[in-house]
Every structure is written in structure tokens, then in C-alpha cells.
């Protein structure tokens, strides 16, 4: 019903991309009406944004930090998008193209990470922010993209550790946020000790307190033992002082597209096959 309504208003192609999952999720404890302007506003909102132009090759710059990235799914097949602020170079920071990347990575996880039956993503942060780092502008262009640019896609947000610049930041954003936005955040006090509930332990990142390397496909070898061993040692100590934000210095990080999708497709490709081998379980 919802389809062929979207369909009439003339966004069959838009429409046609959706999964019946997906429309199920917009339209649950919603109005029909409430529902189908959501999605409307979605599609206008990406012709305006002319989102189906944005190109791997306008945001290299902001991808080559490694800040932005996805790596792993949690323990219900959410695809993990990674978030580390403080690998951006703050002093060349570009609002326009920032957004464009985040619109990017989306769109890349709808149509190459999502398993049949998840329609969702979730995001994992870290908390090592400065001053420098607070842009309460685009900070408010990343609440939109979460709520009206792509309603319903984002699971859940964990982010820490907490730290005063995160509480302060949280305390500002907080009064633009819809009501089911603020409670999908937690803020982790222990993100080593919180995030099990929702990724593999062996899946927690270095620097959110676990063992996980996640830049050995980032970063070039030769730097990579060394740098691993520096992070690790830090974290691991700054967490027996039982600080709650370990000042960890800056990484410099390269970027390699195709070895992530790379990555993320293998990651892809055995949550299907445990999925396939469970559904022949059931039926035997």
C-alpha cells in the first residue's frame, strides 16, 4: 500500500530501492501519513543533495585520514561505521565534504553491507576531541542526516570514553535531537567493558581499550608494529590509572578504499553463509 502510494507521487525509482523491511520499520508506531512523508521528505532531500552524484574521487581528501570508516558487524549483523575525530586535520577542515563522505559511506553500506532482514547500521566513536575539533554547524548537518536524510537506519551510537569535552558537546546537542535519536546514544564511562554486550570482545578496537587492529589495512607496514605498540601500552596504562580519557597522540593514517570494501564484503560474505547454514539447520 505504502509502495504504490509512493509510486502514484511519482517516486517509483526511489521506492524500488527500499526493502518491504525497511518500509515495515518507517511505517511501526507511525501514522500512515506521518510515515509516507517521512520517506517523501527523504527522497526530496536526496535530489536536492543530488546524492546519486557524489564520487569516490571528491572525497579522497577527507577519506584519507581514516576517520570514517567501517569495519566488522556488532553481534546482530549491524554493519559497525567507526568514527575517530581525532585522526581529522582540524586545520583543513571542510564542512561540504565531510558531509558528502558521511552521504557516501551510507549509501555505500545500504547497497553492498546490509544482510537480508537488517536495515540498520550502527556507529562506534571515540571521544578524543578538542576545542578545535567542536562544530556545532556540522554537528547539527550529522543529527539531520541521522533523523531526516536516512530515518531508521542507525541502530544505535556508542560513543567514549566520557570525557568533559563529550559531556559538553552531549549537553549542546542534546535539545536537537528527537526523542528516539537520545535513546539510541550511550555515552561508555569503560567502552573495553560496555561494548561487549554489543560487538565480540575480540572485536573491541585498540583505542577503545581492546585488542583489536583495526588501521593494519590503513596504515603503511613499515609503521605498524611500532605504532600498534605505542597505542596498545598507552591505552592499557591510562586504563590501570582508570582515566577516563587517555590522551593517546595523533596517528598519521593512510586511507586504501578498496582494501575496506575488501574487508567489509569478506565480513559480509560470512554472515550470510552462517546465515544460510542456520536456515538449513532449522529446516533438517
Known amino acids: 500500500h505504502m509502495k504504490s502510494s509512493l509510486q502514484e507521487a511519482d517516486y517509483s525509482k526511489e521506492i524500488s530501492l527500499l526493502t518491504d523491511s525497511y518500509i515495515n520499520r518507517v511505517m511501526q508506531n507511525r501514522s500512515f501519513e506521518y510515515a509516507r512523508e517521512k520517506l517523501i521528505n527523504m527522497f526530496k532531500w536526496k535530489h536536492e543533495f543530488k546524492v ?3 564520487t569516490l574521487e571528491q572525497i579522497t581528501k577527507p577519506l584519507s585520514f581514516a576517520s570514517l ?3 566488522g558487524y556488532d553481534k546482530l549483523n549491524h554493519p559497525i561505521l567507526y568514527v575517530r575525530s581525532n585522526l581529522k586535520d582540524w ?4 564542512v561540504d565534504l565531510e558531509i558528502s563522505m558521511h552521504i557516501f559511506m551510507i549509501e ?3 547497497q553492498n553491507f546490509l544482510p537480508p532482514g537488517i536495515d540498520q547500521f550502527v556507529i562506534i566513536s571515540d571521544s578524543q ?3 578545535r575539533s567542536i562544530n556545532i ?3 547539527k548537518r550529522l543529527l539531520q542526516l541521522l533523523t531526516i536524510s536516512y530515518p531508521d537506519r542507525l541502530e544505535y551510537l556508542r560513543v567514549g570514553p566520557v570525557n568533559q569535552f563529550l559531556k559538553s558537546l552531549y549537553t549542546t546537542l542534546k535539545p536537537f535531537m528527537s526523542k528516539p535519536l537520545v535513546q539510541k546514544i550511550q555515552l561508555l564511562i569503560h ?3 560496555e561494548l561487549i554486550s554489543t560487538i565480540d570482545e575480540y572485536d573491541i578496537p585498540i583505542f577503545m581499550g581492546g585488542t583489536k587492529q583495526h588501521d593494519f589495512i590503513f596504515v603503511p607496514a613499515a609503521n605498524k608494529r611500532n605504532k600498534h605498540q605505542a597505542v596498545a601500552q598507552e591505552m592499557n596504562n591510562s586504563l590501570k590509572r582508570k582515566e577516563k580519557s587517555p590522551k593517546i597522540k595523533e596517528i598519521k593514517t593512510t586511507f586504501n578504499w578498496d582494501l575496506m570494501m575488501k ?5 559480509y560474505e560470512e554472515i550470510l553463509n552462517r546465515m544460510n547454514l542456520t536456515e538449513s539447520t532449522n529446516s533438517e
Open 52 to 54: 546519486d552524484k557524489i
Open 91 to 94: 586545520s583543513k577542515f571542510d
Open 263 to 267: 574487508h567489509q564484503q569478506q565480513c
Open 69 to 71: 570508516y567501517w569495519y
Open 191 to 193: 567502552p573495553n567493558e
Open 108 to 110: 555505500t553500506c545500504i
Open 129 to 131: 576531541l578538542s576545542l
Open 137 to 139: 554547524g556540522f554537528m
